[in-house]
Antibody, heavy 122, light 112 residues
C-alpha cells in the first residue's frame, strides 16, 4: 500500500536552514507528482509546493517562493523540501502528499504522510 | 490567488442528522479540459488529512456513500446524509485549478 514517511523536522533558529525528506514506498515513485502541504499549530492547511513526476515542473506558494526548494530523487524514492531563511511563521507540521493518478497533472493530493513538525524559534 | 471561503466555521450535529458545508471560490474552478478542480478533505483529530471528494462530486476510494459533493462554477457543497461519531473533525475544500493551490479556512464538525 502507499506509504509516505516524512522526516527531518525539528527546532531551528530564524534565518537558518532545514531539509525535509519524504520516503515513499508501495508504488512506482517516478510516475507520480508530489506535494508539500503545511499546517501551523491550531491553524488550517496551506499548500506549499508541488513537483511533477519527472521533476521538471515545480511551483510554490507565494509565502515560500525564493526560500524553499522542492526536489525529488527518483532513484531513492524520496521527495525533499529544502527550506532556507526560515521565519517564525514557518512553524508548522509539514505533510507530503502523492497525486492520486500517475502520469497526470498534479490536481489531486490523495495520499498523505503523517507529517513532520518544524519549529522555528530563537 | 484564488480565495476559498467556507461556511459555517463550525457546526454541531446530532448523530443521524444531515450536515452541509459550503465552499465558495473567488473565481470559477472550471478548467479548459472541462473538469472542475474542487476537492474536499477531512482531518480527524490528531490525524493527517484524507481526501473525500475530488472534482466536485467524485468520492475517493473507500469513502462511504453518505458523503456527497455538488456544485459548479464558484459555489460548492459537501453533504453528509447521516452524521456519525467518526465524522468529527475539520473539513477543508481545496481548489487545484490554478497554482498556487489554496484551501478554505476549514469547518469544524462536532457531535451534539
Amino acid at each position: 500500500q502507499v506509504q509516505l514517511v516524512e522526516s527531518g523536522g525539528g527546532m531551528v533558529q530564524p534565518g537558518r536552514s532545514l531539509r525535509l525528506s519524504c520516503a515513499a514506498s508501495g508504488f512506482t515513485f517516478d510516475t507520480y507528482a508530489l506535494h508539500w502541504v503545511r499546517q501551523a499549530p491550531g491553524k488550517g492547511l496551506e499548500w506549499v509546493a508541488v513537483i511533477s513526476y519527472d521533476g521538471n515542473i515545480k511551483s510554490y506558494a507565494d509565502s515560500v517562493k525564493g526560500r524553499f526548494t522542492i526536489s525529488r530523487d527518483n532513484s531513492k524514492n524520496t521527495l525533499y523540501l529544502q527550506m532556507n531563511s526560515l521565519r517564525d511563521e514557518d512553524t508548522a507540521v509539514f505533510y507530503c502528499a502523492r497525486e492520486v493518478w500517475g502520469w497526470a497533472a498534479p490536481h489531486h493530493p490523495g495520499y498523505w504522510g503523517q507529517g513532520t513538525l518544524v519549529t522555528v524559534s530563537s | 490567488d484564488i480565495v476559498m471561503t467556507q461556511t459555517p466555521v463550525s457546526l454541531s450535529v446530532i448523530p443521524g442528522q444531515p450536515a452541509s458545508i459550503s465552499c465558495k471560490s473567488s473565481q470559477s474552478l472550471m478548467h479548459s479540459d472541462g473538469k472542475t478542480y474542487l476537492s474536499w478533505y477531512l482531518q480527524r483529530p490528531g490525524q493527517s488529512p484524507q481526501l473525500l471528494i475530488y472534482e466536485v462530486s467524485n468520492r475517493f476510494s473507500g469513502v462511504p456513500d453518505n458523503f456527497s459533493g455538488s456544485g459548479s462554477g464558484t459555489d460548492f457543497t459537501l453533504k453528509i446524509s447521516r452524521v456519525e461519531a467518526e465524522d468529527v473533525g475539520l473539513y477543508y475544500c481545496l481548489q487545484s485549478l490554478q497554482l498556487p493551490y489554496t484551501f478554505g479556512q476549514g469547518t469544524k464538525l462536532e457531535i451534539k
